[in-house]
């Protein structure tokens, strides 16, 4: 595997922070340049209060949460009315309603799914909770809620959550969480933070996971020592799930996480402590597996997708991911087995902070902006 840095001079930072401090207003679409090629940006449905995770479901419309604890539909470039039954969420800094995922079999089970910081004794932690999604007149609602997933250690922190929902193929789903603001909680593993957890559809768990008997770690664990995943997807290249997440002072981080091993946090780091101190031992150590790709100064990254539409074909296979700090896309370019050999940056400052990305089924980028008159934005082509 290719491991790659990004580093920027001082000057080049403080140019993107000097375009980072004027958006763009997207009251009707508008033409920008990604290098070379002409893409539309336009806002759809109103203003969201800081969107979190959107999804689409097979009609066509596509359901988006408030991190403050709504989830709404986009049906016909309108926002419903908040969707009713949504349980109590610890909507407080980081915390909130998160990532939401509809079900493979959403068609026939009007099934969706979607992580949350759920309040209980001592404090909150990272959960996951399905319902079936009922649209029959002009109040949708959820019902059937069933938690199947909940942290339990929950502590009084209100950030590093996680947390991203992927479904594989092979019909379990990944699970991110944030290390809660204590990176030994990442070295444990008899602790769901700092993790990758895999699950199946109705919270048990797979036979086949490095830890499915409760030896060594728990049961859900898939990957340990993670700093705070914001981002995962399926990869169909590697048939793999990748994920990013923030460094500290430096270091975010992109793998793709294998079956029982650990990837550092805190004990390696491509970053520092926000003091300047050193991190652990250094960048590398015995037992410890190395990011596919890191950045240093960090992004801040948050929302990933592989790019598998027809729209972009120069971007297919290669990977899209939001900057919350520099207020752009990150599109890492890819080799054909995979690899990542190269970055390239687009959109600074036009929209804000980027939250989320998806790739739309016909082939355009949908953007999630995380502030408090947040939108989404649709990118396509325009040439």
């Known amino acids: 595997m290719m491991n790659i840095t990004r580093k920027l001079s001082e000057t080049v930072l403080a140019g993107l922070a000097l375009a980072g401090a004027s958006t763009l207003s997207l009251a009707a679409p508008a033409t920008l340049d990604a290098g070379g090629i002409a893409v539309q940006a336009e806002t759809l449905g109103g203003e969201l209060e800081h969107p979190w995770g959107l999804d689409f479901l097979p009609d066509g419309d596509a359901i988006v949460t408030e991190r403050p604890g709504r989830l709404r539909i986009l049906s016909g470039g309108q926002l419903s009315a908040p969707v009713s039954g949504v349980p109590q969420v610890a909507a407080a800094g980081q915390g909130g309603l998160l990532d939401i995922a509809a079900s493979p079999d959403f068609a026939s089970s009007g099934l969706i799914y979607f992580s949350f910081s759920e309040p209980g004794d001592g404090g909150a932690g990272t959960a996951v909770a399905r319902a079936r999604l009922v649209r029959d007149g002009d109040a ?78 728990k049961p859900e664990i898939w990957s340990k020592g993670h700093r705070n995943l914001q981002g995962a997807t399926f990869d169909p290249v590697t048939n793999s799930v990748l994920t990013v997440e923030h460094g500290a002072k430096g270091g975010d981080e992109v793998n793709r996480p294998e079956a029982g091993k650990n990837y550092g946090w805190p004990v390696i780091s491509y970053g520092v402590n926000y003091s300047g101190s050193k991190i652990g031992v250094g960048t590398e150590a015995p037992g410890y597996e190395q990011p596919l790709f890191y950045w240093d100064p960090s992004i801040a990254p948050s929302g990933m997708a592989v790019y598998d539409g027809e729209m972009f074909p120069e971007w297919k296979d290669d990977l899209l991911i939001g900057s919350l700090k520099f207020q752009l896309v990150s599109r890492l370019d ?11 940056r687009y959109f600074e400052g036009e929209f804000g902070r980027i939250r989320d990305i998806n790739v739309a089924p016909d082939g355009s980028i949908w953007l999630l902006t995380d502030e408090g008159d947040g939108h989404i934005v649709r990118l396509s082509r325009a040439n």
């Open 140 to 217: 949708p609602r959820l019902e059937g809620l069933e938690v199947i997933f909940s942290m339990e250690r929950k502590t009084g922190t209100s950030h590093h959550f996680g947390s991203r929902l992927v479904f594989h193929p092979d019909g379990t789903l990944f699970v991110t969480t944030g290390d809660r603001g204590d990176g030994s909680r990442a070295q444990d593993f008899q602790d769901h933070a700092g993790a990758v957890l895999r699950i199946n559809p109705d919270g048990t768990i797979p036979a086949d996971n490095p830890y499915a008997d409760g030896a060594g770690g």
């Open 334 to 344: 890819r080799t054909e087995a995979g690899q990542i050999s190269g970055e390239t």
